[in-house]
């Protein structure tokens, strides 16, 4: 079975500093991965995805995410911090070998804090 | 193009009432999961629904059921409300011809029970 282990509940930057929130998975299929983020109060957004194509994965608002299968890793990074970015960030794992269904395995999620 | 769109937003009940969650999907979808995510955690996979039928399901009891109708919205039924039943109810939608694995979230329906 598929998990994913986000290290760090919490992290805090100041604002302009480097955003590194990590994510290790665990898959016994080429995993299809993802980070969402969740502002307060609301559902889950997108920030970018990995679907075996390139290791390099950008995405929007400036993240991006470098796959590893050697480390079976896949942190979100993004130079510079900005306020806006203060969120809760989700990795998650799909599998899509039951039948090409779409069922996501998430972390328990990093909360980022962004201080002036 | 509308997309997932979730009601009730917020709503509190009592131990041992039922409640009705209800979803519509993204335009172009016609699979619905549903996630559960309780306070400080991840959201936690209940089930999914593909063609009217109930196609996965996650550890959740028998209390939680689900329905889709034709036009792919989708209910979610929860029986006998515990305390630890409040949370958020997320509804996620994505097309079997994408095949990507992403799902589309809706904002979601916070329930209290108390």
């Known amino acids: 079975a598929q998990s994913v282990t986000q290290l760090g509940s919490h992290v805090s930057v100041s604002e302009g500093a480097l955003v590194l929130l990590r994510c290790n998975y665990s898959s016994s299929v080429p995993p299809y991965l993802f980070w969402y983020v969740q502002y307060p109060n609301q559902g889950l957004q997108l920030l970018l995805k990995y679907t075996s194509a390139a290791t390099l994965v950008k995405g929007i608002n400036g993240f991006e995410a470098e796959f590893k299968k050697s480390e079976t890793s896949f942190h979100l990074t993004k130079p510079s911090a900005h306020m806006s970015d203060a969120a809760e960030y989700f990795c998650?794992?799909?599998?899509?070998?039951?039948?090409?269904?779409?069922?996501?395995?998430f972390g328990k999620g990093t909360k980022l804090t962004v201080n002036p | 193009d509308a997309g997932v769109t979730q009601s009730p937003t917020h709503l509190i009940k009592t131990r041992g009432q039922q409640v009705t969650l209800r979803c519509s999907p993204k335009?172009?979808?016609?699979?619905v999961s549903w996630y559960q995510q309780a306070l400080g955690q991840g959201p936690q996979f209940i089930f999914q629904y593909y063609e009217e039928e109930e196609r996965q399901r996650g550890n959740f009891p028998d209390r939680f059921s689900g329905h889709q109708f034709p036009n792919y919205s989708s209910e979610l039924n929860v029986n006998a409300l515990l305390l630890g039943d409040s949370a958020l109810y997320l509804c996620?939608?994505?097309?079997?011809?994408?095949?990507?694995?992403?799902?589309?979230f809706g904002e979601g329906s916070r329930l209290t029970v108390l």
């Open positions: 335009s172009g979808h016609d699979t």
């Open positions: 996620a939608s994505s097309g079997t011809t994408a095949n990507t694995g992403e799902l589309f």
């Open positions: 998650a794992v799909s599998d899509l070998t039951q039948g090409g269904s779409e069922k996501l395995v």
